[in-house]
């Protein structure tokens, strides 16, 4: 009997195995029984509410349901209504408060007026989060516009700098505004750069292509928008292997049409650059100081003369002569003797005229210095009649002559140039008809 009270004793202390009620009833109070879908007692270690067999919780809106036997945390963005279900877990009882006009966060869209609190933290969520917390500090931002800041204040939205998806817009109405600087401290030889890039999505670039245009625009005294100046960058030969560049230095050309004004491009050989400077035959090029070449100068296109240097530094001129300024020596009247057929030469006064002529057809000379540093190279004697004229080099210390060519009176005609020395001189003879009338000439000479 003693052992049969013992264990009664020790029922009614404790329970050493599994417990099962029947019949639960439902209770308003605040604690919390644990028990299974079987009617097992049980004990909730997790600190989370959980459900009785029949029993099912829907959260506001009824997004959000725990069902019979589920543990479950309350997880923000699981809630899609106007409410939020405040959880507080006191040892393993848990008790739900509905928490009205809460602001979205984490996803969760709540619709209320009243900012969330995070207790556990200590921090509040409201419309605006300031920039110490890694927001803008702004309640609504700018359409297109960049965000700038200071480091202390909210971030600014720029109205004047702005950009579409497509176009970056920088603008001022400042007094030599605005500035765009790349800058580069770097302890280097190297800089900043500015690239323009075209790579077409079909990869077939066309020969001529643009790659890159900055535009010079602005307006004229009536108010029209008009271009002023450009630079285009182009793809002149795209051929793998031959590849050609092009820029071209555009203005307005005195009626508002954009010319170009120095075109720099790819030649037809390898590590050539053709240049073209102007628009225009009448076009000015100016040049300030010296001008070195390692090639010839063309005058006009190809085909005209061109000033070649040799190889002793002298320029040597091609096809006509050069007129920059004439520098001849002029032959008078009395520059002229008869020959030997015993008539003078006479001045023909007979009318208002007066001129140079021999008697019937004898011959007349004109004897010509060369000034020293310079050579004879053309002669030119103007008279009424194209009579045959011939000239010589001759010296004033022997009687040979030397026939430099010949000609007619009334003609330039070109010899042989001939370089002063100290004892020649221009012989030039003159095999005229009866009467024929000479004025006098000239003999063009150029430097050595």
Do not use: C
């Not at 959880?87 to 008790?95: F, L, Q, R, S």
């Not at 070649?308 to 530094?313: S, Y």
């Not at 002029?330 to 020959?339: M, Q, R, Y």
């Amino acid at each position: 009997m003693k052992w049969i009270g013992q264990h009664i004793v020790d029922l009614i202390a404790r329970f050493r195995s599994d417990v099962y009620l029947e019949s639960l009833a439902t209770t308003t109070d605040s604690n919390v029984l644990v028990v299974d879908a079987s009617g097992k007692v049980g004990k909730n270690t997790s600190g989370l509410l959980v459900l009785g067999t029949s029993d099912t919780t829907a959260l506001a809106g009824d997004t959000t349901t725990i069902t019979s036997g589920q543990t479950s945390a309350i997880s923000a963005n699981t809630l899609k209504e106007t409410n939020v279900v405040q959880t507080t877990i006191t040892g393993n009882a848990a008790t739900a408060t509905i928490l009205a006009s809460a602001r979205a966060i984490n996803g969760v869209d709540f619709n209320g007026s009243a900012p969330i609190t995070i207790t556990a933290a200590g921090s509040t969520l409201s419309d605006t989060v300031t920039v110490a917390k890694g927001g803008t500090g702004q309640t609504s931002l700018a359409a297109n516009s960049l965000l700038t800041g200071d480091g202390t204040n909210g971030i600014v939205a720029e109205s004047n700098f702005t950009y579409d998806g497509t176009n970056l817009t920088l603008a001022s109405d400042g007094i030599a505004a605005p500035d765009l600087t790349i800058a580069s401290t770097a302890n280097h030889p190297t800089a900043g750069n500015l690239f323009f890039n075209k790579f077409r999505a079909d990869d077939t670039p066309p020969d001529g292509m643009q790659i890159g245009v900055i535009h010079w625009n602005s307006e004229d005294d009536a108010n029209n928008g008009q271009a002023y100046a450009q630079i285009i960058g182009s793809a002149e030969e795209t051929g793998s292997g031959i590849e050609g560049g092009k820029l071209q230095l555009r203005i307005a050309t005195h009626d508002g049409e954009i010319k170009d004004a120095i075109v720099i491009e790819d030649g037809d050989a390898e590590d050539e650059i053709d240049i073209t400077i102007g628009q225009g035959a009448s076009s000015l090029t100016t040049i300030s100081g010296n001008l070195t070449t390692v090639g010839n100068i063309k005058l006009g296109n190809a085909s005209d003369t061109t000033l070649a240097r040799t190889a002793a530094g002298k320029v040597t001129i091609e096809g006509a002569r050069i007129k920059t300024q004439e520098l001849y020596v002029k032959i008078l009247p009395s520059n002229f003797i008869a020959d030997d057929g015993g008539r003078p030469l006479a001045i023909d006064d007979s009318s208002s005229d007066r001129w140079l002529e021999s008697h019937g057809t004898h011959t007349m000379f004109a004897s010509v210095e060369i000034p020293l540093g310079f050579k004879a190279t053309h002669v030119h004697i103007y008279g009424t009649v194209a009579s045959a004229m011939t000239v010589y080099k001759a010296d004033i210390d022997d009687r040979s002559i030397v026939g430099l060519g010949t000609g007619n009176i009334g003609t330039n005609l070109a010899i042989t140039n001939t370089t002063a020395d100290a004892t020649n001189y221009i012989l030039i003879q003159l095999v005229q008809t009866s009467g024929e009338q000479v004025n006098g000439g000239i003999m063009t000479i150029a430097a050595v």
